[in-house]
């Protein structure tokens, strides 16, 4: 569990970090980018100095190899499986949004056109490739690699950087509007994230749905053998997240709203049902009797 500490003193000292150093920079670049949240600058620096520490880790822990990094098979088997990957999670959280519609969770935005659809998609395309490929090269590549090496039940190991990767989403959640801003509020912005956790009611069925996510993604990368099938999966399941939240609108009065989650209008207990399924048959499917 070495490995593990490390990782996670990573992300606990980088919070730290960023907790005291936002505002001055916040204080800094506003004046040049008012329209910066000071949340989404806290984020930034944060995601940027858990880069810096993970970097550090991964030359002292000896992680420089491509394998080491969830890159190790060849880079054409690679972008093949990266590109199944997208489509497959494409189609595969393509029904989720369709039942959001059909139970009139959200609704088709009035006067959608072709462009407006164009726009959704192209945005939900770039959010999942860059989400896919940084967050599964460092939790299913790096930390997955690193800590699994040393346990003897990996399974232990992908829960527990699940339950980490889901946590950490709940950072961005935090709003901290410009009049607001002194110079506690990073810690402020911090200990709002720690509240969040005090009240599951409010982001039980996104942490929940989260984790599961995590776990199905780290059950693919322990059996494929790379986080090629990850990154596609991640990238097409953002990409129809964020698409059918571009041209949707979330139905506050809908008997059935409870479904998706308050916290990003569309995970929860939906997702998390459905990730269950997906996870039980990629279960069933790599342990099928071979004929």
């Not at 996670?8 to 960023?18: C, D, F, Q, R, Y």
């Not at 822990?61 to 199944?84: F, I």
């Not at 490929?133 to 527990?160: D, H, N, S, Y």
Request: zero cysteines.
């Amino acid at each position: 569990m070495r490995s593990l500490a490390w990782f996670i003193a990573a992300i606990l000292g980088s919070l730290i970090l960023a907790s005291v150093v936002t505002y001055p920079l916040y204080v800094a670049i506003h004046p040049l980018q008012p329209a910066w949240r000071f949340d989404k600058v806290a984020t930034r620096l944060f995601q940027l100095l858990a880069l810096l520490a993970v970097l550090w880790i991964a030359k002292r822990r000896a992680l420089t190899t491509r394998a080491a990094w969830g890159y190790g098979v060849p880079q054409s088997v690679w972008r093949t499986q990266a590109l199944w990957g997208a489509l497959a999670g494409i189609v595969s959280m393509l029904p989720v949004s369709v039942v959001m519609v059909l139970l009139g969770i959200r609704t088709i935005v009035p006067a959608l056109d072709t462009i407006h659809i164009l726009r959704a998609l192209l945005a939900g395309l770039g959010s999942g490739l860059a989400v896919g490929f940084l967050e599964e090269t460092f939790f299913r590549g790096l930390m997955q690699g690193a800590v699994l090496r040393e346990l003897k039940r990996p399974w232990i190991g992908l829960l527990l950087i699940a339950l980490i990767y889901a946590a950490l989403h709940f950072l961005a959640r935090v709003r901290i509007p410009p009049e607001a801003v002194t110079w506690h509020s990073g810690l402020d912005l911090f200990t709002g994230v720690a509240a969040q956790f005090a009240a599951p009611s409010t982001i039980g069925d996104a942490f929940l749905s989260l984790t599961a996510v995590g776990i199905f993604l780290g059950l693919v990368t322990q059996w494929s053998g790379s986080i090629a099938w990850a990154v596609g999966l991640h990238a097409g399941w953002v990409m129809m997240m964020r698409a059918t939240i571009g041209i949707t609108s979330v139905q506050n009065d809908a008997p059935t709203h409870w479904l998706i989650s308050q916290s990003d209008g569309y995970t929860g207990w939906l997702v998390l049902s459905w990730t269950l399924f997906l996870t039980l048959a990629l279960i069933a499917y790599r342990h099928r009797p071979i004929r």
